[in-house]
């Protein structure tokens, strides 16, 4: 009990630390990194509530997915290139590479080990108590697909407006002048954020 | 009796003249005028039929329909006159024509400017007719409308500003006997009704009726106007066009007391008693009051206006006094106050279009290049200060004689009024149409036209008949004036006590 | 082990299904064909989907039931508002397409949007579990802040836009907290409750009424959140930058859409569903609406600029409508049907004839630009004459008897004092609209204009029966007082 008390205590520090970080932060990557951070901490929520599945498609879809998009197009619209040159923390380059290698190996031997890594030992115990009968992934696709049907549906409408919309801004803010081109990123992110 | 609608058609028929007004081009301003004319005229034969088919004998309502409007709110379409709408309706249409005549000079905008007051004419047909409050409040503010524009587009230097003042004053009251109205409808035991005959009999403990009372007194008594709501009539007379200030005087302002007597009483008869001293006391105060500010005018129009704040006051006053001689009288001079104010409008009217001034200072000695004018003007100056022989002499006396049977001090601030309203007249008389000759144009001032002559003779006839002769008028009214008095003095079992007190001293 | 998916019966969300596909069809259709000079087909289309909303929304008049899982009620009230909704996009869409066509702006999205937007409003008006609630605002709110920002080589319209978009998004985080709330208190957000879970009030009752406090407190977030769309004082700051900058077609859409839309929600939450618990949230919503009607009546006395003057008179009739909401009773909630419906007519009629006068780039809209207009242009003076009159609730319009129902309401729940602060408030309302008869009337015009905007066919049309409309139900609105009263007997559950 305590320990989940001290963790939202963290998550929440977070969460609200990097929001509130996020409105002050001038680079445009920051901002975008610092919304990674509040989605992660989100996640934490997720996995206090024993939401493991929303926890990780917080992770995968959000943190993931999603700004991984916001970053490359912020690099597309071009970061200044003097800012890349200078280097505010010594060594980072080197660290970056470094873990960047990491990953790529750690990658390359799960692939290599393949499924046996999750159906054998503790990774089957425990992806069978997630899927144990009212677990996390069945019981959220049969609310989902029961009663909140409905709502299921209404939100790919949603998307198809937010989608519409978008269109629809991205071509009046290239017919205008060059003052507006700043909002039309925010515009952007307004869209995804619905 | 007839089996024709007389009624509905005449208070129709001004709406339905608009029509034509429509078809006729913008340009023919003639044709405007005389097609005007024609339907007010029409209205006016058509409502002889109203008189000529008018019983009596009775208090009841006569030659209406019923018809049901919107059955689900209990709304009908309702109509009927008694003797004292009867006079209001036949007001309305007689002056009318009339006012159409002092509007022949309108030569900017004439289309839309006839067509507001056939409108107008409806409208105030209809509030005097309605026996269906939801029916009567959709007249009475529709009136405001026409009016408002009247004045704001054809009206002298501020008339914006009057305009606004004038609408707003009227709606803030209408809106809270709306809410009064509402109240009464759902406090109705029986089924959901608007319908004014039915909703007489509701049963209402006496601070519900004293509330609903207020809330149909506020409009009210802005209409009339009594005194401390009194502020925009002076400003609303004095900016209005001849034709404008002769309905708002003769028309407008009967409806406040009109009101009174048809819905304000009758409806809240133990509340209406109750609150009678109160109300002969601002009664008094505008008696006075309107007098004594007429006398420092310089503003001819402002001098007529504030004079109308007299006269009310005293129609009111008969009105509550709470004696059938009051009633009667206070209805008589709703009608000689339309007659002889609205004679005044349309003469000073006249008067404006050759000088195109309305200070008292820039007149003088008219009465050397014009005297037809300045005898017809005294001639409706005595009968508005109630020379014995003229109209307002019988309805003033009546008012007095009935308030000196029930409160006999009051006669005495009441007949000061008269005393005053001889001053302020006479003198504006004697100094627009004798004295020195200040200014040269007034030497070369034209006398009375052949319209001008047709446009006031009527009026003169009639303001002569009734003072020598207004028992026809009084037979019609009284029936329905001892019904309403009746209902003031003793309707239910509450204790006479509020009148007794009052009566004491 | 299987599923047991639920009965799906299509009849509750027909008309917004039928809006839908229309709209996705416009857009491919757009897609397809390209840019050509007369898109007519587009408008057409457009009408069609929203004439087959009508005739299924009609389908389902009369049948009183929960469907889908208890997500969407499917009754006379939500038959009501959607047919009026309907209208309502009917009328915009024939604005926009003359709108469009003058600004050489045509394009399929304007369509689209509208046809989302009214297809989330409808669902708003069915919606029978908090979360639908949320998505049909959401859907609806995010089609308007696209349209608001619709008018090309306008930074102010992209500007309001922007403003609508984020102080929109914090209302609506309040009503998700809200939900939020609602289900940590009583553990439920569907509004009726039935075989597929308990709904709010049962639940509520069940824990023997001990969280009532945290419970006002959701409720309060939640009127925070449709507040906002409805434009009550406090959560109106948006309202006259919006409605200034969204092109004049869209402006009266927004006006008279989300506010049945907001209403309809708010009504059936409050009046329905939280309807047990009136003594405790009438407070609250007493308050809100004395500030509405007083703050959008004052403020609107000082404004130049037409289409903010009539955005805070939108604000005011907000209020106007809450005092129907809280009598609660059935000639409240019929009355507030009656009044949103036609209020909305009116005031698509007067941004119609805003719409026409604003001329090229919409912006001839100030006082100014009025000066003399009846002289100039009599017919489309006397319709907005008409309008303002209605707005301002003078008798023969509809905006009369609007109010006539919604204090009628109010007075027989013993609220008299509510009808006097209402019908003061309507008086200082009043004061501005006669300043625009002023301003029409009785001031002369300026200048000559270089070029005459003339009033397209369709725009007239809407003009003509928006005008006629007002008229018709100002003197015989029996029958429509009639069906909305017949409405909200079929409240499902209620």
Redesign the interface.
């Known amino acids: 009990m305590s320990i989940d008390v001290a963790v939202f205590g963290v998550m929440f520090v977070v969460v609200l630390g990097s929001s509130i970080a996020m409105l002050f932060a001038r680079n445009a990557v920051h901002v975008a990194l610092f919304l990674v951070v509040t989605q992660i901490g989100l996640a934490v929520a997720f996995l206090l509530e024993g939401a493991y599945f929303i926890a990780a498609i917080q992770i995968i879809v959000y943190a993931g997915a999603i700004m991984v998009l916001f970053l490359f197009v912020i690099m597309l619209l071009g970061v200044d290139r003097r800012e890349a040159l200078n280097e505010p923390l010594r060594g980072q380059r080197p660290l970056a590479v470094g873990l960047a290698a990491l990953l790529a190996a750690e990658v390359l031997y799960v692939a290599y080990k393949g499924s046996d890594l999750i159906t054998t030992g503790g990774g089957s115990q425990a992806l069978q108590d997630l899927n144990a009968?009212p677990g996390n992934v069945k019981a959220l696709?049969?609310v989902v697909?029961?009663?909140?049907?409905?709502?299921f549906e209404?939100?790919s409408?949603?998307l198809?407006?937010?989608v519409?919309?978008v269109?629809?801004?991205a071509r009046?803010?290239s017919?205008?002048?060059p003052?507006?081109a700043r909002?039309g990123s925010?515009?952007a992110d307004?869209?995804e954020?619905? | 009796m007839s089996e024709w609608p007389f009624l509905d058609i005449v208070v129709f028929l001004p709406l339905a003249g608009t029509l034509l007004i429509g078809l006729i081009p913008r340009a023919r301003v003639g044709a405007l005028r005389i097609g005007a004319l024609a339907v007010t005229v029409v209205t006016f034969l058509l409502s002889l039929g109203i008189l000529m088919n008018f019983d009596t004998g009775t208090a009841d309502f006569q030659l209406g329909t019923s018809v049901e409007w919107i059955p689900e709110w209990g709304i009908s379409y309702i109509t009927g006159v008694d003797g004292v709408s009867l006079w209001m309706v036949m007001l309305t249409t007689f002056l009318m024509p009339l006012s159409v005549l002092a509007s022949w000079s309108v030569e900017r905008r004439a289309k839309p400017y006839f067509i507001f007051l056939l409108t107008l004419e409806t409208g105030l047909l209809g509030v005097f007719v309605s026996l269906d409050l939801f029916l009567f409040y959709v007249f009475w503010e529709a009136s405001l409308v026409p009016m408002y524009l009247l004045i704001g587009i054809w009206g002298y230097r501020n008339r914006v500003y009057a305009a606004m003042k004038f609408f707003l004053f009227t709606l803030v009251g209408s809106l809270l006997m709306l809410v009064a109205i509402l109240f009464l409808y759902f406090s109705f035991p029986g089924s959901p009704t608007f319908n004014y005959q039915e909703l007489l009999g509701t049963p209402l403990s006496l601070g519900t009726q004293r509330l609903l009372f207020l809330g149909f007194f506020a409009s009210f008594a802005v209409k009339v106007p009594l005194v401390p709501l009194h502020t925009w009539l002076p400003d609303a007379h004095t900016e209005a066009p001849t034709a404008g200030s002769v309905m708002l005087a003769a028309v407008l302002l009967k409806l406040g007391a009109y009101g009174l007597i048809r819905f304000a009483i009758p409806l809240f008869p133990d509340a209406a008693r109750e609150l009678v001293p109160l109300v002969m006391t601002l009664a008094i105060i505008g008696i006075v009051y309107g007098a004594a500010v007429a006398i420092v005018q310089r503003d001819m129009k402002r001098l007529i206006a504030y004079s109308s704040i007299a006269h009310l006051g005293f129609i009111v006053l008969g009105v509550f006094v709470g004696s059938i001689q009051g009633m009667s009288g206070g209805i008589l001079q709703m009608l000689n106050h339309g007659l002889s104010t609205g004679a005044l409008f349309m003469l000073f009217g006249a008067l404006y279009e050759r000088r195109h001034t309305r200070r008292i200072a820039d007149y003088g000695g008219v009465a050397r290049s014009a005297p037809v004018l300045a005898g017809v003007f005294l001639f409706v100056a005595l009968s508005s200060l109630g020379l014995p022989g003229l109209n307002g002499f019988v309805g003033e006396f009546l008012v007095l004689l009935g308030t000196f049977f029930r409160y006999r001090w009051w006669v005495v601030p009441a007949a000061f009024g008269i005393i005053l309203a001889a001053i302020y007249l006479l003198w504006a008389y004697k100094r627009v149409f004798h004295g020195p000759i200040t200014n040269d144009a007034n030497l070369r001032i034209p006398d009375l036209r052949p319209r001008e002559m047709v446009m006031l003779a009527p009026i003169l006839v009639l303001i002569a008949f009734i003072g020598v002769y207004p028992k026809p008028f009084l037979d019609r009214i009284e029936p329905s004036a001892q019904k309403v008095v009746d209902q003031l003095r003793d309707s239910s079992a509450l204790p006479e006590a509020a009148v007794g007190d009052a009566d004491a001293p | 082990m299987p599923l047991d998916i639920p009965a799906v019966r299509l009849t509750g969300i027909a008309p917004e299904i039928a809006l839908c596909a229309t709209a996705l069809l416009l857009l491919v259709i757009d897609a397809v064909l390209g840019e050509r000079r007369n898109r007519w087909y587009l408008p057409a289309l457009a009408s069609i989907g929203l004439g087959l909303s009508i005739y299924f929304a009609t389908e389902a008049w009369g049948t009183t039931r929960l469907e889908l899982s208890g997500m969407v009620a499917v009754d006379g009230f939500a038959s009501f508002v959607k047919i009026t909704l309907a209208v309502f996009g009917l009328l915009t869409v024939w604005l926009g397409r003359d709108f469009l066509v003058r600004e050489r702006a045509e394009e399929g999205e304007f369509y689209g949007l509208v046809l989302f937007a009214v297809a989330g409003m409808m669902l708003m008006a069915g919606a029978a579990d908090l979360i639908v609630v949320f998505l049909a605002l959401e859907t609806f709110s995010l089609a308007l802040y696209v349209l608001v920002g619709f008018r090309r080589r306008s930074l102010l319209s992209q500007e309001s836009s922007m403003k609508y978009f984020l102080l929109g998004s914090f209302s609506t985080a309040f009503f998700l907290l809200g939900i939020a709330f609602v289900y940590g208190a009583v553990g439920s957000t569907n509004l009726y409750g039935g075989e597929d879970g308990p709904g709010i009030v049962s639940s509520f009752m069940a824990t023997g009424a001990s969280d009532v406090g945290l419970l006002i407190l959701a409720m309060g977030l939640l009127i925070v959140g449709l507040g906002f769309k409805v434009a009550a004082v406090p959560f109106h700051m948006w309202t006259p930058d919006a409605y200034q900058g969204a092109p004049s077609p869209v402006t009266g859409f927004m006006a008279a859409g989300s506010k049945i839309a907001g209403f309809a929600a708010l009504l059936r939450l409050l009046d329905v569903t939280l309807y047990p618990l009136r003594e405790d949230w009438r407070p609250l919503v007493i308050g809100v609406a004395v500030l509405t009607m007083v703050v959008g009546s004052v403020l609107a006395v000082v404004q130049e600029d037409v289409k903010r003057l009539l955005a805070y008179s939108s604000i005011a009739h907000a209020g106007f409508v809450f005092t129907g909401l809280i009598a609660a009773n059935d000639r409240g909630v019929s009355g507030s049907l009656f009044y949103l419906a036609t209020y909305g007519i009116t005031v698509l009629g007067a941004f119609a004839v805003v719409a026409v006068l604003s001329g090229r780039d919409d912006e001839k809209v100030t006082l100014r630009d009025y000066r003399g207009l009846f002289y100039d242009r009599p017919l489309l003076a006397g319709a907005l004459t008409l309008f303002l009159l209605s707005l301002a609730g003078v008798p023969v319009t509809s905006g009369f008897v609007a109010k006539l129902v919604v204090f009628g309401a109010a007075i027989q729940e013993g609220y008299w004092w509510l009808a006097v602060v209402g019908m003061v408030t309507s008086a200082i309302a009043a004061f501005f609209y006669l300043k625009v008869l002023v301003v029409m009337y009785m001031q002369e015009k300026e200048t000559e204009d270089a070029e005459r905007v003339r009033s397209g066919p369709l725009s007239t049309g809407v003009i003509g029966l928006a005008a006629l409309a007002t008229i018709v139900l100002g003197l015989y609105w029996g029958p429509l007082i009639d069906v909305a009263e017949r409405a909200t007997l079929f409240f499902a559950g209620g």
Request: avoid cysteine.
């Open positions: 009968d696709a049969r697909f029961s009663r909140y049907l409905l709502p209404v939100t409408i949603l198809v407006v937010a519409v919309g269109m629809v801004l009046q803010m017919a205008i002048s003052v507006s909002s925010s515009v307004k869209e954020a619905a």
